[in-house]
């Protein structure tokens, strides 16, 4: 148990607190602004206010906790120990900078309720990032920030027990087109090999051709090795399917397709399945809910996951739509053109409207790269991708956490463009499914 002291108790306080603590270190915490209930605890404690308590752990709080509104911040650097945060704190705060705030900052992407310039896509550019620009993108900070308050708190007090970093695991595949070729009305065939015969591409006819014909495996079809691959683990894995109408960037099969139904439902009987919510769900508010009836009379199961397609995320507003249909949990927060943390935390956190000044019952659960960031945007070659992950992976074994990663069923079909990426997919398993059980066998540790 720790007791930590406020002068005034907000929700953005209780939030961070309990999240670092609760959540991260897996610490009860209590908050009180009674003083003399502080003072006659026998707890661990924290001084996180501007009075001159007789408590060795004092932290001058930074005024982003006691706020209600969204306001521009000060976000210089503050060096310490080789490495650079944020919101600076006081000569006798047991940390040069508030960890609870600049946590908080990060956590409720504060940075992107600010933001009133987006790419191509309406999507925040991660190269406005504060971690971006301070070469702190690849670090989940947030719960390097907690271990490191655990520390001070353990040197104080000898009692103070917390839980090790506790590494986990979650593979997830967006399924945008299910087939290259199998599958597509004879209108959107024959569009794609007039296309190609005007383009030159006499090899994509002709495989097009033997794979309608029977005579060839669909490339995108990789859902046999997947399912082999991860055979034994199958709670590891969580798909996402695109169920729309057909749009400019929304290309799967019909979801009347009754081959595409039977894909699903065979998915469906042995993995997660979230909804992948389409380009154009993001301006149709009723198309949403369409598309998640739709994943439901497929499955018979009702729908609580959702990633967002192309990732397109609006802040608040998406999640809001989110949790007004039904969804509890949501993958959608990463880049498209980075690797790394958005968010700080390789731990999931509950959504905080920044609006409404309150938390919400959507789950958010940060990935750390996709695909197509690594080859199409980072220019990595597999073997290069293969470094970065493992890299990645580390951190969250230091500092806990659970390990996202994005693929898509054709990233993994070995052929073409993607040709050496199953190695990728292969050895970034294999090392975290190691992390995860060599994770499970630790025990509370004691400083």
Request: glycine residues 4%; proline residues 4%; charged residues 25%.
């Amino acid at each position: 148990m720790l007791v930590v002291f406020t002068q005034e108790i907000t929700n953005r306080l209780q939030y961070i607190f309990r999240f670092l603590f609760e959540d991260v270190l897996r610490v009860p915490v209590m908050i009180t602004d009674n003083l003399h209930e502080f003072k006659r605890s026998s707890f661990p404690k924290i001084n996180y206010s501007l009075l001159p308590l007789d408590c060795p752990l004092k932290m001058h709080p930074h005024p982003i906790l006691f706020q209600h509104h969204i306001n521009f911040q000060s976000l210089e650097a503050v060096p310490f120990e080789d490495d650079v945060y944020f919101f600076e704190s006081s000569a006798d705060s047991f940390l040069p900078f508030d960890p609870f705030a600049a946590s908080f900052y990060l956590i409720s992407r504060y940075e992107e309720y600010l933001m009133r310039e987006f790419d191509e896509h309406k999507r925040y550019p991660s190269h406005h990032s504060i971690l971006y620009r301070n070469n702190l993108l690849h670090k989940p900070v947030v719960n390097q920030w907690a271990y490191i308050v655990a520390e001070k708190i353990s040197k104080i007090y000898a009692d103070f027990e917390y839980q090790p970093p506790r590494f986990d695991f979650r593979s997830t595949i967006d399924i945008d087109n299910a087939w290259a070729y199998k599958n597509k009305s004879w209108l959107r065939t024959a569009g794609a090999l007039a296309k190609g015969f005007l383009n030159g591409n006499r090899q994509r006819n002709e495989e097009r051709l033997q794979v309608i014909r029977g005579e060839k495996k669909d490339p995108y079809d990789t859902y046999d090795y997947i399912r082999q691959l991860y055979g034994g683990r199958k709670e590891l894995l969580h798909f996402f399917i695109l169920l729309s109408k057909a749009s400019k960037y929304d290309r799967n099969v019909s979801p009347e397709n009754e081959q595409l139904k039977q894909l699903v439902r065979r998915l469906s009987e042995d993995f997660e399945l979230g909804i992948h919510p389409s380009y154009r769900s993001t301006k149709n508010k009723r198309e949403l809910r369409r598309e998640i009836k739709t994943l439901e009379a497929i499955t018979q199961r009702k729908v609580r996951s959702s990633r967002q397609h192309f990732l397109r995320l609006k802040l608040p507003a998406t999640y809001r739509r989110l949790i007004k249909a039904g969804i509890h949990d949501d993958y959608t927060l990463g880049y498209a053109n980075q690797v790394g943390f958005r968010a700080g935390t390789s731990s999931a956190f509950w959504f905080y409207d920044l609006n409404k000044d309150a938390p919400t019952r959507l789950r958010i659960h940060p990935f750390q790269f996709m695909d197509v960031a690594f080859k199409n945007h980072l220019k990595c070659s597999p073997d290069e991708a293969k470094e970065i992950i493992g890299e990645m992976m580390l951190e969250i074994r230091n500092y806990g956490g659970t390990f996202i990663s994005l693929w898509h069923n054709e990233s993994l079909s070995d052929q073409g463009e993607w040709a050496g990426w199953r190695t990728v997919f292969e050895q970034m398993t294999e090392q975290a499914i190691k992390y995860k059980d060599e994770s499970a066998a630790n025990k509370l540790h004691k400083i």
